[in-house]
């Protein structure tokens, strides 16, 4: 052990590089989450009204009609907020409200454990469609008429409150019973994750109609 | 059954593995139900639909991972410090507050299913996120115990020897548990929420499980063949320097689409393609050592060390099946450009059943082997027919299911993605195309068989001490 070999044999060596490998793998990875934390920050309200562009938009964001457009700078479709749209009849939920509303939403989809059948924004599970983009998907369309309803909301607020009983396919939503009012969080939390920049994905989700501005 | 071990923490380590096995049986009984879902939809529909199997499925899969790997540590503890482990009592006091946690937290799980949406029940019932589902709950109890783990591992370590491997355990196992904290909390912003939720899983499975497992296996080749302790050393330490400089930032490829910026796509795609690379190291070590250490003894006459074959087939199929599962199934759809295509399909879950089964469940598996063989106290533990049988089996069975899950993965990739759009008839499509459903039936049966040979491996680990082969 005295004798003196090559520096690729010394143990002290390589455990001195492990450490500072993963010293320094550890540190960018923490300035990284503290810029992610900044650019995937809820915006505000003001925001909202004036335009500016987060990657997640406030709560109030069900306040507004959410599309998408193709970005040739980006090369994939990025989400736009439109011009004011009903939700539950209003277009002038308080951000308070809204965030109430959201958090009720978010709770839900916690509580029900959506996510060991669903994915959201990709992630969970396989057994059933992803819930990404759920909000702009031409299958409420269908819905509506099924269910009797004037708008979307509606129709997707009673399918999540008696999924069995109006199944889409033979592999059924069980009924998770989720309550009227939870129903409705469901709804703003879905039409909220609707509007977050996914860089893209779903790839091809230009291909659902009614998603793109104009179409 | 006459116990051989003179160590309080190697029993400790056993009454650990006991469970785990306990727990990986359940796992391979809700996957099956599970399993059986996709290919009858009405089975057990609401009465134990798929998200309580499914759940149950995963967490007992992470649970009994986390026992094996509790009761590796306690078991090797005396072995590389070389004094019993100081405060075992506690220990043994938190291994039976955490099974009766678990119990109490799974029957919850299977009985209670979901509750309405308030904070009472994701502190009560489950948290109803991936792999942590976990009420609260049972997250601070669960961290009570590791850190009664965590003081018997350092102050052993500090009153004992504390070689090469004990001092990355060390490291490794404060990180591991600290990490744990980084799931324990609630945000009504999904992006937030899934950001911090892959601090706990992609940081445990892709970094410091992985080098849990490189120490483990680097402890079982000093243990079995008699391999050179600073040799072994010197590959963990490059191994750590590897695992954690690729596996860290790699955490980035799971950062492409849940609202993060696009400078998660460059990092991801980099270091998590990087992450293959300690995989093949550490299956070109395993393989180095063997037959150095064979080469050695046979040069000079002697026969070479071989004391535990059933643990070394599980080491070696490890070492194997992380660079495979975990390696080429993981590259094969970490390029954003791909991952665009494939993220959030069966791709995921053929990949996650190899990775898993390969990376961790082969080498806690050998980890039992080990236990085995100190409970009975023989010096050389030989290989069964069932021994093979319980190793081939799930070998097959799993192998069966993730090639099945593959195919799947890319019919509804084609269908569902590339050509409809990813709404939700285009789901239906896929899964009602015909590649989809043979493979999901595949699946099923490939399922059967990892059971079947889950049930030779009970049978082998019960009674591999009374076989012909091991009482010559």
Known sequence: MSKKVSVWTDNRFWQRSAAWVTGFAAMLLIWLTFDSMGQIAMGTDNDLQNGVTKRVPSPSVINYKITYEMSDKRGHEVPVIGEKETFFGRDDYSEEEARALLNLGKLAVQAKNCMNCHTLLGNGAYYAPDLTKAWLDPMWDGYMARLGKDTKEEAMAEFLQFPSENPSHGRMMPNLGITAEEAKGIVAFLKHMSSIDTNGFPRNFSKMQGAIHGK | MANNLTYESKKLGVMYFSVAAALLGAQLLFGLVAGIQFVFPGFLFEVLDFNVARMVHINALVVWLLYAMIGSVYYLLPDETGIETVGVGLGKLGFYVLTLAVTVVVLVYILVQVGPANHATLWLINEGREYIEAPRWADIGIVVVVLIFLANVYLTAIKGERTGIITVLMADLLALAGLYLAGMFYTENISIDQYWWWWVIHLWVEATWEVFVASIIGWALIKTIGANRQI?????????????????????????????????????????????????????????????????????????????????????????????????????????????????????????????????????????????????????????????????????????????????????????????????????????????????????????????????????????????????
């Open chain 2, 232 to 472: 072994v050393e010197m590959w963990l330490w490059i191994e750590v320097a590897m695992l954690f400089g690729s596996g860290i930032l790699g955490i980035g490829h799971h950062y492409f689409w849940i609202g993060t910026p696009e400078y998660w796509w460059e990092i991801g795609a980099l270091f998590s393609a990087l992450e293959p690379v300690p995989l093949v190291a550490m299956f070109v070590h395993v393989m180095y050592d063997w037959g150095k250490e064979a080469g050695i003894k046979k040069g000079a006459g002697e026969k070479p060390m071989m004391n535990n074959t059933p643990a070394f087939m599980w080491f070696v199929g490890s070492a194997f099946g992380n660079f495979l599962g975990a390696g080429v199934w993981g590259f094969f759809h970490t390029l954003p450009q791909m991952n665009i295509y494939t993220h959030g399909t069966q791709f995921t879950a053929a990949h996650g059943h190899l990775a898993f089964f390969g990376a961790f469940a082969m080498a806690m598996i050998a980890m039992f082997y080990m236990g085995v063989q100190g409970t009975t106290g023989k010096k050389e533990l030989k290989m069964t027919f069932a021994s093979k049988m319980g190793f081939a089996l799930l070998c097959i069975g799993v192998v069966g299911m993730t090639v099945s899950l593959t195919i799947a993965g890319y019919g509804q990739v084609m269908v569902e993605r590339a050509q409809m759009g990813a709404t939700w008839e285009a789901y239906f499509i896929s899964q009602n195309s015909h590649w989809f459903l043979q493979a999901m039936g595949w699946r099923l049966v490939m399922g059967v068989v990892t059971l079947v040979g889950f049930l030779y491996l009970v049978y082998d680990l019960l009674t591999i001490r009374n076989s012909k082969v091991n009482n010559q």
